[in-house]
């Protein structure tokens, strides 16, 4: 039976320089990332070794460096970004990241964009 692990990381929270607006563009502002990640555990579940599992602590440092490094207009960008990093790692079969932007609107908590990946099938 094939095991299929998701791996959450909750409220990673980030300043980075997001947005469009003369403010945004001189001050970092806070996000919010949120992000699941599904690799085949079959192996971490059988052996119980830190080798066969997917090291998130290694991609959370890489999204930290990332975000923290670069400059954004838009949300999707940023998301779009991270995902494409995750991508590359084969173990990986699906993500999913939710990034938010508090206090970007005045009456709201936050704004966020969801964006999605799957691994394709080969053919």
């Not at 692990?5 to 945004?24: S, V």
């Not at 699941?36 to 052996?47: D, E, F, G, M, V």
């Not at 995750?86 to 990034?99: G, P, T, V």
């Amino acid at each position: 039976m094939d095991k299929v692990a998701t791996i959450n990381i909750k409220n990673l929270r980030l300043r980075t320089f997001i947005g469009f607006n003369k403010e945004e563009r001189e001050k970092k502002q806070d996000i919010v990332i949120n992000l699941s990640i599904c690799y085949p555990a079959l192996k971490a579940a059988q052996t119980d070794d830190i080798y066969n599992a997917y090291n998130y602590r290694t991609l959370t440092k890489n999204i930290i460096t990332f975000v923290e490094e670069n400059n954004f207009l838009l949300l999707e960008k940023m998301a779009a970004d991270i995902l494409a990093m995750i991508a590359q790692e084969n173990a990986i079969l699906s993500a999913m990241i939710e990034i938010d932007k508090p206090h970007a609107l005045r009456f709201a908590d936050s704004v966020s964009v969801v964006m999605h990946y799957k691994k394709q099938e080969d053919k």
